[in-house]
């Protein structure tokens, strides 16, 4: 597989003169199998700069866009994707409904003429929606697996393999607590059971959903300190995101979801004390961290 990061910014796309090495748009990594079929994760604003090279390229296109959640940072792009324009083209839409609409009507909702001029209704390329929750499915000839994490909403991490090879992508996911998470997301309460029922650490469902992946891509929008006051955001500090690629041995770890607020220097900070975190603790993965344009072979 070959993986190449969109857009990799979290909440908000941060443009500007201190964002440029690692970009200010919001999620969406292209993921391109060797038989050349292809998986979007997200449609953050990062979708846009996407689909116009798709578009270049001049090929009919045929994708699964798999949605983790539907915050704004992470379907903001999608009316902006131009292959979704063009007839002939053909996208799957994957994701978690929420708990009083369908996916399809979320996807819909934020393309309702209050909000943007064209409805999903009038698009001309074809698209259908895969409504899941947590259960494995094929997808081409890539088996998906998919799990409840724990953040605000519905939302999900994905763990996909093909040939042999594993990549997992968590883009927004907190530590859960039993002491504070059930008190701040007591309305998914679907969600936190599946949490509170693992013995010992609830954590590892995570650590055990990320095992032995040849790449994780996690959720790393905060330091320790800045997290303190952001609790119950539904968002990982740099050491939790470091243990989770740590406890599930996986071979090669991506920072992903860089904080709006956080410039270029600041992200080079992070990175320099996630490598030290690395060495001290004597961690075996390979540390990376996501910046627009960056492309991984797995």
């Known amino acids: ?81 131009k292959p979704l324009f063009i007839s002939g083209n053909e ?12 996916l399809e009507q979320i996807v819909a909702d934020q393309m309702d003429r209050v909000y943007f001029p064209v409805r999903l209704s009038e698009l001309k390329a074809s698209i259908k929606f895969l409504q899941v929750g947590e259960e494995e499915f094929k997808i081409y000839d890539a088996v998906v697996q998919t799990i409840y994490v724990n953040h605000p909403g ?5 763990r996909i393999t ?18 504070i998470t059930p008190y701040l997301f007591n309305w998914e ?6 949490f509170d029922t693992v013995p010992g650490d609830p954590n590892k469902r995570i650590f055990d959903f990320v095992r032995g992946a040849d790449l994780l891509i996690h959720d790393t ?20 995101t470091l243990r989770v690629a740590h406890e599930g041995e996986v071979k090669r770890l991506l920072l992903f979801h860089h904080d709006h607020t956080h410039t270029d220097n600041m992200i080079d900070e992070i990175f320099e004390h996630c490598k030290n975190e690395v060495k001290k603790r004597k961690y075996k993965f390979n540390l990376l961290v996501a910046s627009e344009g960056m492309e991984i072979e797995i």
């Open 91 to 102: 996208f799957t839409i994957v994701g978690s409904g929420a708990r009083t609409k369908t």
């Open 221 to 240: 929008t905060y330091t320790p300190e800045e997290y303190v006051e952001k609790v119950g955001w539904g968002h990982s500090h740099y050491l939790f």
């Open 162 to 179: 093909f040939n042999n090879k594993t990549v997992v992508y968590i883009s927004d996911n907190e530590p859960f607590d039993r002491e």
């Open 1 to 81: 597989m070959k993986l190449k990061i969109w857009g990799c910014r979290g909440s908000i796309p941060t443009p500007g003169k201190d964002t440029v090495r690692y970009g200010g748009n919001t999620p969406c990594v292209e993921l391109k199998l060797d038989d050349n079929n292809l998986i979007i994760l997200d449609s953050g604003t990062g979708i846009k700069n996407l689909g116009n090279y798709l578009i270049h390229k001049g090929e009919s296109i045929r994708a699964y866009i798999m949605i983790t959640h539907p915050h704004w940072d992470h379907i903001q792009g999608f009316p902006f994707f």
């Open 154 to 158: 519905f939302t999900l991490g994905y």
């Open 189 to 194: 309460k679907e969600v936190i059971e599946k």
